[in-house]
């Protein structure tokens, strides 16, 4: 962004564009994250469910029930999100490839 080793400020839609892939790399990031305590969720819950007859049997509570709610939403939450995680990268490649094109421009 240097013409004759004078700084040039960037283009408006150059601007727009590195804000828009920072806020989409800060997106990616966060649904990684969440993801993968999702999956951490889910794989203590199947192990409680597992033992599900020994918890109500010990507590006197229907464990089955209250797992079967957390899980069930839990999962589909861990079946989305790596589509959702694609999505978000394809655009911020899409978006990278395009800031490219601006500077060449």
Known sequence: MESQGVP????PEEGHLLEHCNRLQAEIQRGREFLEQ??????VTRK???EWT???QHCGTQA??????ILLPAEQTAQFLPHW????ENELEAI???MGGTRNA
């Not at 040039?8 to 283009?11: G, K, Q, Y």
């Not at 089955?64 to 709610?69: F, K, N, P």
């Open 48 to 50: 409680r469910l597992e």
């Open 64 to 69: 089955l029930a209250l797992y079967t709610q």
């Open 96 to 98: 990278t490839r395009q």
């Open 85 to 88: 995680l694609k999505w978000r």
């Open 8 to 11: 040039v400020a960037p283009r």
């Open 38 to 43: 999702v999956r951490n969720n889910l794989s």
């Open 54 to 56: 020994a918890y109500e």
